[in-house]
């Protein structure tokens, strides 16, 4: 298995990770200069290419990206950012919103499950099996459309605390199990303070090409901040672990965030050392006859 970074954004799992301590600007003594910034993008996105490049020749691994974040964050931006210099065909994105009721037909798992990425891919959950422990958690009437056996009548925080750390286990067990079979898994918390959201979305009222951003709905989960950032002070520290880490990436200033995320992409692919496939010696003859036959052929 691929170890977790050691950076200072990432959620080490031994230790009390607290949201209100976790910064959502980049460092004070960073020199943030926007040419600067936008010069590694271009040069980490190069990277990313080339290392997906041979991911997929050796189709062995698989590399499988996690973004969760408030509304607004910049989830949606940040992976095209990040990964415009990727071969599409070496790479899904998939996002996750209301279930389905084929997907509440099935246990929550099985629909993330049946988009991971294939061997020598890399998938992106914008989104993902995180949301049933988040938007759930804030909401937990919507545990009563899941028809579930054991749901208690009273879902109450308190009384559904072993809940809650029953599907952080059921979390676990299943990246563990992936991680085991080829799956790398890196997850990104995109950390947006609720200042930087309120601006955004009022850009996204007051300038009309981002009016199809904007939800009402937005406002009301607004409202239920304190009770988010419990949500996620609670998954990431029950879910980061070495074999599938959180990096809790600040989000206040999007180019910083994007760098971030950029790097620990192209770091992770390095320490995975993807390597393109080594060809058979028998199969190197059958090269050079292929290849005299070729400079043997006449010029049409």
Known sequence: MIKALNTSYLIDPKSNFKVADSETVPPAD?????SQLKKELKKLRKEIGELQHRLFAEDKNSLLLVFQAMDAAGKDSTIRAVLSGVNPAGCHVSSFKKPSTEELDHDYLWRSAIRLPERGRIGVFNRSYYEETLVVRVHPN????????DLPDDLSEQSLKSFWD????????????????????????????KDE?????????????????FDSGDLKERALWGDYMHAYEQVLNATSKPHAPWYAIPADDKLFMRVEVARTIVATLKAMSPQFPDVDKSELVQFDEMRGLLNSERSS
Not at 30 to 34: A, P, Q, S, W, Y
Not at 142 to 149: D, H, I, S
Request: aromatic share 12%.
């Open 30 to 34: 960073t020199d943030l200069i926007k």
């Open 166 to 193: 029953e599907r952080f286990e059921s979390i676990n067990d299943h990246e563990k199990h992936l991680a085991r079979n080829g799956t790398v898994i890196i997850k990104f918390w995109l950390n947006v303070s």
């Open 142 to 149: 919507y545990l009563q459309y899941q028809r579930l056996a």
């Open 197 to 213: 959201q309120k601006k955004r979305f009022l850009s996204r009222l007051n300038e009309p090409e981002k009016h199809w951003k």
